[in-house]
């Protein structure tokens, strides 16, 4: 039985950004659901990656872009057969651990003199990367027309979703993780990428040269390639294999 693929997109983004991945990924028969992740907090956002997990019923893959990332490491165990988690320029937060304090262990994010916000009062503040700041910030590597439609249909996250802290139980201590990044990335610094997936004792990890953020978008090939690699492994559980 081939594993549902759920696929978590980040901040600033929507679940159309997997669309190219998810054409390869039907391509060899796999089922697939790319959440709409709520964006609103690790918490809540985890809470809703978990209700859709638990209706599926088959072993699952759970993918996550950026602070997709950081929702599927607080996917609750119990709610599915979880193989196998891929980071795709994802964060892989420890226990208290947020998402700003990963892109900032190591120099090089330049992501926050680019964000716009929008004051809901109470504390609360969407955030937004400012429109003429997008292409050469989020995705660099793609053209800049697809990058236009991109910046103007981007969904916005709070800011305290960034600065939650992770919960005190990720499944990559337990569950085999792969990652995949460009060392081009200015949101999260490519060498907090390699220090996660190092911590997380990856089963493999491709840092692809120039590429951007997106590297989903940009490469969606190499990136369903892994998710298949990590869909593998699985099948060696499920025949018997070591």
């Known amino acids: 039985m081939k594993p549902t693929v759920v696929l978590v997109h980040e ?8 669309n190219r991945v998810i054409d390869a990924l039907l391509s060899h028969g796999h089922p697939v659901v790319a959440v709409a992740n709520p964006l609103r907090g690790v918490v809540q ?24 990332g ?21 964060f892989a937060p420890d226990a208290g651990e947020s998402c700003a304090d990963l892109s900032s262990m190591e120099p090089g994010s330049t992501l926050g003199p680019t964000l716009q916000f929008v004051d809901h009062g109470q504390h609360s503040r969407d955030m937004y990367i ?5 292409h050469d910030q989020f995705c660099a590597d793609l053209p800049r027309r697809e990058a236009e439609l991109l910046a103007v249909t981007q969904r916005p996250c709070t800011e305290a979703a960034l600065n939650d ?5 990720p499944l990559w201590k337990d569950i085999p993780s792969w990652f995949i990044y460009g060392d081009e990335d200015r949101n999260i610094p490519a060498r907090a990428h390699a220090f996660m997936a190092e911590r ?19 490469h969606p090939h190499r990136t369903a390639e892994m998710i298949l690699e990590a869909s593998k492994s699985t099948d060696l559980v499920d025949a018997g294999h070591d």
């Open 165 to 169: 802290p992770s919960g005190p139980d």
């Open 200 to 218: 997380a004792e990856s089963r493999f990890t491709m840092a692809i040269t120039g590429a951007s953020h997106v590297v989903g978008m940009a």
């Open 45 to 68: 956002d985890a809470a809703a990656v978990t209700d859709v997990v638990r209706a599926i019923a088959r072993p699952v893959i759970l993918v996550g872009h950026s602070y997709g």
């Open 130 to 134: 400012a429109q003429d700041k997008f």
């Open 11 to 18: 901040a600033f983004a929507e679940s159309s950004s997997w």
């Open 70 to 90: 950081a929702v599927i490491t607080n996917v609750e165990r119990s709610a599915a057969d979880i193989r196998a988690l891929v980071y795709v320029a994802g």
